[in-house]
């Protein structure tokens, strides 16, 4: 479109335009290149001016990045193979390169400082020194593999301890075994049972209690460190107190911060009481033997009551064995007393048996005159029977007169009663006066015509009474009989007769005479 000099114009901008694309074409590839990871792209075109700034800073950039490349790996490989110490040079590089290098350089730095400190921790809990730990503040991973550390730390410790109490344990329990195995003596034995594992658990006082199974009660039989005992029982039944209850449950008791003022705990320098106590059964195959009560001023912990625990099955075993050797020895004793009691026995046996022989010989002697003896009381026997059929015929003629004598007293008073009774009513009605043509000395006259019937009729009864009481039918009722009344009746039944004689009768009463009590009938 252009001509003459404005053709050169356009085609000059035009060869400027094609060289600057050109250029900037061959730089964006690089950079392309750099961006994609490929740090060996070079710009190799020759350029000039403005154009070789560019190109020589692309080209540094990219040998920059290559040589970080290079040390990177350069590290890494010395890290693979152990070399820690093994850093880039930062000094190579510039700028945001430097602070790369130094971020990578601090990265490893901490790291190592995390992997020789978790050494240092491990070197030494190899060598035994369980205590190591990991002390610097780490996070992320790092603090994982602190933790990790540490823990180990914590399992060897515990690990150890364990390790060092099962020692403890075991020392104790062989202590606790040889020492019983020496002592023969059955109660020198529960004191020495008792001393040797208050030692142990360092216990302030301690009892042992022996069960008796025939009166079921645990009995006092062995103390440490014992002064005085105001208040406390040598003796508990089952179910008392936590002795007790432990024996009945066979289950230890522990109790903490129990003070009591009667279980003080005394030295030569100190007096305190305890605040912990630990109540434990010894028990042999499924038989209650003993139980045990420690006091302490410390904490009886987890190795203690292991210990004690332990040691159960040594002390039931031992003093079991020992109660029944103790009871064997004791029988053996009985049994030689005895075989001595059967031997003098024996001995006064046979002369029994001489006696025995003589009183045979008496006895046959009393015999034959026995039998004389038996012979005479034969024949009384057959005179007594004579005499015994004699008698119940006696008996039988005795019960029929008394039939015929009742049978006629009966009849008797029968026919006696009937005029009497007239007697008595017609008297009883004359001696009222209906008409008032009596005198009163006639009327005294009828009251003892009645009086003396009705005495008569008393006494016919008192006949039928005699028969009764022969028969076994009569019972007594006694009255209370004044004797003033008694008096007055026996005048009233002689003063006639006296008077027909011309005589007179006075009665005089003294008044001290006491009532009677008679059968009025």
């Known amino acids: 479109k252009y001509r003459g000099d404005f053709s ?20 964006g590839s690089n950079l392309d290149r750099l961006s994609s990871g490929d740090f060996s792209a070079q710009v190799s075109s020759e350029m000039s001016g403005d154009y070789l700034i560019l190109k020589t800073a692309t080209n540094t950039l990219g040998t920059t990045l290559n040589n970080l490349i290079i040390d990177s790996n350069m590290m890494n490989a010395s890290a693979a193979k152990g070399a820690l110490d093994v850093r880039i040079n930062a000094s190579k590089y510039q700028g945001d390169f430097s602070k790369i290098t130094n971020g990578i350089n601090d990265t490893i730095e901490v790291t190592v ?66 020492s019983l195995a020496k002592v023969e003596n059955f109660r020198e034995l529960m004191q ?59 289950q230890p008791i522990l109790l903490r911060h129990v003070p009591r003022s009667d279980g003080i705990i005394m030295t030569a320098t100190v007096a305190e009481a305890p605040i912990n106590t630990y109540t434990f059964p010894l028990v042999y195959k499924d038989t209650l033997v003993a139980v045990i009560e420690l006091a302490s001023s410390d904490v009886f912990d987890d190795t203690k009551q292991a210990f004690l625990k332990q040691s159960f099955e040594t002390l039931s075993a031992s003093i079991f064995s020992a109660q029944k050797a103790d009871e064997t020895k ?6 030689q007393q005895q075989a001595e009691q059967l031997e003098t026995q024996a001995r006064e046996v046979e002369l029994q048996n001489a006696e025995l022989e003589q009183q045979k010989r008496e006895t046959e002697r009393q015999s034959r005159e026995l039998e004389v003896a038996q012979q005479s009381l034969q024949q009384q026997n057959d005179e007594l029977v004579l005499a015994q059929q004699a ?127 008679n059968d009025k009938a």
């Open 192 to 250: 020495t049972a008792i001393s040797i594992v208050a030692r142990y658990v360092s216990a302030g006082k301690g009892a042992i209690y022996l069960y008796d199974m025939f009166d079921e009660r645990l009995v006092l039989m062995g103390t440490h460190a014992f002064v005085e005992r105001s208040g406390l029982g040598d003796k508990f039944k089952l179910g008392e107190g936590v002795v007790g209850q432990v024996a009945i449950e066979r």
């Open 8 to 27: 050169k114009i356009t085609n000059g901008i035009n060869d400027t335009m094609s060289t600057t694309v050109s250029v900037l074409r061959e730089i």
């Open 391 to 517: 008698l119940e015929q006696r008996a039988k003629d005795l019960a029929a007169s008394n039939k015929y004598k009742g049978e006629f007293l009966a009849n008797m008073t029968h026919e006696l009663r009937t005029p009497l009774n007239a007697i008595n009513v017609l008297a009883g009605l004359l001696k009222k006066n209906s008409e008032g043509n009596l005198s009163a000395k006639q009327v005294e006259h009828l009251d003892v015509i009645y009086y003396a019937g009705t005495d008569l009729l008393n006494l016919i009864n008192d006949l039928l009474d005699l028969s009764r009481i022969e028969a076994g039918q009569m019972s007594v009722s006694l009255e209370v009989l004044d004797a003033a009344t008694l008096a007055y009746d026996i005048k009233g039944m002689f003063e006639p007769l006296v008077l027909e004689k011309g005589l007179t009768i006075s009665l005089s009463l003294d008044p001290k005479i006491p009532k009677i009590q």
């Open 330 to 335: 004791t029988l053996l004793i009985q049994t």
């Open 113 to 178: 400082g995390v992997l020789r400190e978790i050494s240092s921790s491990l070197n030494r809990l190899s060598s035994g020194d369980f205590s190591a730990q990991v002390t610097s503040n780490m996070m992320g991973d790092y603090a994982v593999l602190k933790a990790a550390t540490n823990q180990l730390s914590t399992s060897l410790i515990t690990y150890d301890k364990i390790k060092a109490d099962q020692s403890w344990i075991q020392e104790g329990i062989a202590h606790l075994s040889s």
